[in-house]
């Protein structure tokens, strides 16, 4: 793969007293934020010549291109820096969409999550749902709606889909645009069960729509 050509001020990062600034690391299509880690000035320019992630370890004192080892390589999509230039925020394609080395999708797993927070990473709202649906078929619960869909079964979940989407339809119909909102969420929900369902991620589907952007 040719790396797209990027640009950055390097100059202008406003490094810390060790040569370091913190990168942030967000998925492209999602916006998961898949990881942390620190860069150099090398490891920035590395970064922006090859078109992939490389950051500075502070304990080896050694440059590591992400997925090295792992084959879990990050191709950089855009890379900026915040208002006072001293933090980076990549968004990147995950290959293998596994960024943490404990073989969690992000680093900020929802079993580092502070206090009895369960929430996932920070992500868009269908993605979050979509992974609060697919822990409710992987590990169900008594009073879950979710689960007494997945219970009943393929034909259960795709008749509601159909219901659904009538639904959005004949409130379309209608021109009321508070109902076409509470149905096209009833839609996607039930969309969201039945991708669920046939173990389709929803980050196959944001590839898809990727692939058709003009
Ligand atoms: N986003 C939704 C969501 N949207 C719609 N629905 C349910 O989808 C159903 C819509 O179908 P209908 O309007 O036909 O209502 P119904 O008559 O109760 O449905 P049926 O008995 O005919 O199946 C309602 O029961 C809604 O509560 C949802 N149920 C759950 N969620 C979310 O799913 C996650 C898991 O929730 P549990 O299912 O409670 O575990 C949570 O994040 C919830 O917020």
Redesign the pocket.
């Given at each position: 793969m040719s790396a797209p050509a990027f640009s950055l001020p390097l100059d202008q990062i406003a490094y810390d007293e060790r040569g370091l600034v913190p990168a942030i690391v967000q998925d492209y299509l999602d916006g998961t934020v898949l990881m942390m880690a620190w860069m150099n000035r090398e490891s920035l320019q590395k970064t922006l010549e090859t078109g992939r992630t490389w950051f500075w370890s502070r304990s080896r004192q050694e440059l590591w291109p992400k997925g090295e080892t792992s084959g879990h390589v990050q191709w950089l999509k855009s890379i900026r820096y915040d208002c006072d230039s001293d933090a980076l925020l990549l968004s990147v394609q995950q290959v293998g969409r596994i960024a943490c080395h404990t073989g969690e999708r992000s680093c900020f797993h929802r079993h580092g999550a502070l206090g009895e927070q369960i929430e996932p990473p920070p992500a868009d709202t269908l993605s979050?749902?979509y992974d609060?649906?697919c822990q409710?078929r992987d590990r169900p619960?008594p009073?879950?709606?979710?689960?007494?869909?997945f219970a009943a079964g393929d034909n259960?979940i795709l008749k509601?889909l159909g219901?659904?989407t009538v639904?959005v339809v004949m409130a379309c119909k209608e021109d009321d645009p508070e109902a076409i909102a509470a149905e096209a969420?009833?839609l996607?929900?039930?969309l969201l069960v039945a991708l669920a369902h046939h173990k389709v991620p929803l980050h196959q589907v944001y590839e898809q729509l990727q692939l058709r952007r003009r």
């Open positions: 979050q749902l609060v649906i409710r619960q009073d879950s709606y979710t689960c007494s869909l259960k509601k219901e659904e639904e969420a009833d996607f929900y039930h």
